[in-house]
């Protein structure tokens, strides 16, 4: 999960250089509102009934599942990371579980714009991801946030190893948070920023040797279906590492699983994948123009009509 503007600057100041430190004292205008994790968002709208039928298959047969691929695979995850040390092997973890879960859901994905991704969109999900990645500069992938199962799909759709920022809660959540935790993603701890400047140092050093790192600069998840402000810290790794920020939209997923409620309602989905976006040459500075134009971007491939 990306971290706010707020976040960045506590670590930034402690983890970075004098020049650095004003660099991000200076960045954004004065007294600039800046969204935080703690502002509520708006309420969901009215869910279409989908039948009893539909949930009774969710909660009996799909949940279930998903809780077992989960169980199995989370702790063979775990196992492994006391041997696999740049958690290449629990990456294929991922991926796995993520394949057995979009099979068991009945929801195929339509991948566009795959030209626009570092290779081209694999046409069997669990081959083995590229590593290191064929692309010649780092790049941070900005996707839409309105489900749970979208990490899944990222796994199984992006033909690469990558990284995925995500907030220090998730750690409470077993098995999950185990992999979370031991096979090398970005951990933010909101309430204690300082406790983040390791993960944020480790993270900028494979982003610059070219390990993709995967953000929502949404912040969180939507509850209501709609793309929402877009917190412009989430883009300070991508311009200190002067990586390309690659605009992917996520579509139907909020209809498939949005949040609070186990209720897997089955659908076609899209994978829409933008050009990308260069940092080539900007500073931190820069974050509020480069995440008004990510958010464009995102929010033209979201209102394209859906394809058949």
């Not at 394949?99 to 009945?106: H, N, P």
């Amino acid at each position: 999960m990306p971290v706010n503007l707020e976040t960045v600057n506590k670590i930034a100041t402690t983890a970075e250089l004098d020049k650095e430190r004003a660099e991000l004292r200076s960045a954004g205008p004065t007294g600039a509102s800046v969204p935080t994790w703690a502002e509520k968002l708006p309420a969901p709208r009215p869910q279409i009934d989908h039948g009893w039928l539909s949930a009774v298959r969710s909660y009996f047969i799909f949940d279930p599942l998903i809780w077992a691929y989960t169980l199995i695979l989370g702790t063979i995850s775990l196992l492994s990371s006391l041997v696999d040390r740049n958690g290449s092997f629990q990456h294929k973890c991922a991926r796995l579980w993520s394949w057995l879960i979009m099979k068991t859901i009945l929801s195929p994905v339509k991948v566009t714009g795959a030209s626009n991704l570092a290779t081209p969109a694999p046409s069997a999900p669990i081959r083995p991801p590229t590593d290191p990645p064929t692309h010649p500069k780092p790049r941070v992938y900005a996707v839409t946030h309105a489900s749970a199962l979208d990490i899944p799909i990222l796994y199984v759709y992006l033909p690469f190893q990558f990284r995925i920022i995500f907030k220090s809660e998730l750690l409470s959540y077993p098995f999950i948070g185990w992999h979370l935790k031991r096979s090398g993603q970005v951990c933010i701890n909101q309430q204690n920023p300082a406790a983040s400047i390791g993960s944020i140092k480790s993270a900028l050093r494979s982003l610059r040797r070219g390990m993709p790192l995967v953000i929502f600069p949404e912040g969180g998840r939507t509850r209501d279906g709609q793309i929402q402000p877009f917190l412009p810290g989430a883009f300070f790794l991508a311009i200190k590492a002067q990586a390309d920020i690659v605009p992917i939209a996520l579509i139907g997923t909020f209809e498939l699983l949005p949040m609070n409620t186990y209720h897997i309602k089955n659908q076609p989905l899209e994978m829409r994948v933008g050009e990308p976006i260069s940092t080539a040459g900007l500073a931190i500075s820069d974050t509020e123009e480069v995440s008004a134009k990510v958010k464009a971007a995102i929010e033209k491939l979201h209102a394209s009509p859906r394809t058949t």
